[in-house]
C-alpha cells in the first residue's frame, strides 16, 4: 500500500523528508530533513551530515510524499513503535 496523506499514520515514517513547523522547543523548530530512525518517543533526522534527534510528542510535522504532496500531522499521533501504530485501529468518518 503506497503511503498517502489519509494512510500516514499505519506506516513507517523512515525515508520521508519532513520539516518541524512548530515546536515546544524554540530550538528545534525549523529542522528539516529525512528521517533516517525512530524509536517509540523520538525521531532521527538527517540534517545535511548531522543527526538531530526530534521528540515526537512536542512537535508538529510537515511530511514530503514522494509525489511531492505534504501532510502536517501532530507528533503525539506517532507517538509509540511504527509496528504498534499498524496493530493499532483508526477512526475512519
Given at each position: 500500500?503506497?503511503?498517502?496523506?489519509?494512510?500516514?499514520?499505519?506506516?513507517?515514517?523512515?525515508?520521508?523528508?519532513?520539516?518541524?513547523?512548530?515546536?515546544?522547543?524554540?530550538?528545534?523548530t525549523?529542522i528539516?530533513?529525512?528521517?533516517i530512525?525512530e524509536t517509540?518517543n523520538?525521531?532521527?533526522?538527517?540534517?545535511?551530515?548531522?543527526?538531530?534527534?526530534?521528540?515526537?510528542g512536542?512537535?508538529?510535522?510537515?511530511?514530503?510524499?514522494?509525489?511531492?504532496?505534504l501532510?502536517?500531522?501532530?507528533?503525539?499521533?506517532?507517538?509509540?513503535r511504527?509496528?504498534?501504530?499498524?496493530r493499532?485501529?483508526?477512526?475512519?468518518?
Open positions: 500500500m503506497p503511503i498517502t496523506q489519509r494512510t500516514v499514520l499505519r506506516h513507517e515514517l523512515i525515508g520521508l523528508e519532513t520539516r518541524v513547523i512548530r515546536s515546544q522547543n524554540p530550538s528545534i525549523g528539516k530533513g529525512r528521517i530512525d517509540q523520538t525521531l532521527v533526522l538527517l540534517v545535511g551530515h548531522e543527526k538531530k534527534v526530534v521528540p515526537k512536542v512537535v508538529t510535522l510537515q511530511l514530503s510524499f514522494p509525489d511531492g504532496s501532510v502536517e500531522i501532530d507528533g503525539t499521533e506517532v507517538i509509540g511504527s509496528e504498534d501504530r499498524l493499532k485501529r483508526t477512526r475512519r468518518w
